[in-house]
């Protein structure tokens, strides 16, 4: 019998405390959303149902329903997630259910099974792909957006010795409070032109306190998995789908898509 890695190594306590304190769906995230998905046409999502794995306080799965998706179900494990989700839902035609990823029992049930910046952050992520998988309806899609390792190289050999040593074991609100200074930090850099990637452009459209979100989410998790091109592909791959397809995210991650096979 396979051993069930446990969910907690994930974090999922440490991003509901996140999505506690920035909870509200904003029109950037539609911007987010169309780069994190962009394997994945925008035509197909019209009329799907969808598997958001993950969900943290649902506007992916918002913004699949904005994008033609007709329903869809939600899940997390991580119950303050779960209520930021349910309130940011709420009356649209999403379920929103606590699950884990690797206890979906779901087989052969949807068009469309994808999950948003969590994959680099599981115990196994092979697992949690295989299980998307077997949700996924034959010749139905399976979508991952994950981190990059190139351009990437830094926060592997340098900030991520420090988060797992020092940020990911501290307390959550004292964390939060050390993040404005790397924000301030950033945020100056930034606006005195510093970057020229794509996300770096991006970054500078967004407002002091959605960036602070984004520093906060990178000092918080206990694992973060950075991939290089064909790990995502083999990740993918090893899941047994096929017609695998990937696209370079803002010159630093990866949108990923593959088709499950038997239709």
Not at 14 to 33: A, C, D, K, M, N
Not at 83 to 98: E, T
Not at 204 to 216: E, K, P, Q, T, Y
């Amino acid at each position: 019998m396979t051993e069930v890695p446990d969910v907690g190594s994930g974090s999922p306590e440490r991003f509901g405390y996140s999505w506690g304190i920035f909870s509200e769906i904003l029109p950037v995230h539609e911007v987010q959303f169309r780069r994190w998905t962009s394997a994945l046409p925008r035509e197909a999502w019209e009329g799907v149902t969808f598997l958001d794995v993950g969900c943290g306080m649902g506007r992916n799965s918002h913004w699949a329903l904005a994008a033609g998706a007709q329903s869809g179900r939600a899940i997390d494990v991580d119950e303050q997630s779960l209520s930021g989700a349910r309130q940011n839902l709420a009356g649209r035609p999403v379920r929103v259910d606590h699950e884990s990823v690797y206890d979906i029992a779901e087989p052969d049930t949807y068009d469309i099974a994808f999950s948003i910046g969590v994959i680099h952050h599981l115990g196994d992520p092979q697992m949690a792909v295989q299980s998307m998988a077997r949700a996924t309806r034959p010749g139905g899609k399976v979508l991952i957006w994950v981190y990059g390792y190139e351009n990437n190289e830094w926060i592997v050999k340098w900030f991520n010795p420090l988060r797992r040593a020092l940020f990911s074991r501290l307390p959550l609100p004292l964390v939060f409070f050390l993040s404005l200074f790397p924000t301030g930090l950033l945020w100056a850099l930034l606006h005195l032109g510093w970057g020229r990637l794509e996300y770096h452009d991006l970054l500078r459209r967004l407002s002091f306190r959605h960036l602070r979100a984004i520093v906060f989410d990178q000092m918080i998790p206990q694992i973060a998995h950075y991939y290089r091109r064909d790990e995502v592909e083999s990740l993918m791959r090893g899941a047994g789908l096929e017609d695998v397809r990937l696209e370079w995210v803002n010159e630093m991650s990866w949108s990923a898509v593959g088709t499950k096979p038997g239709a």
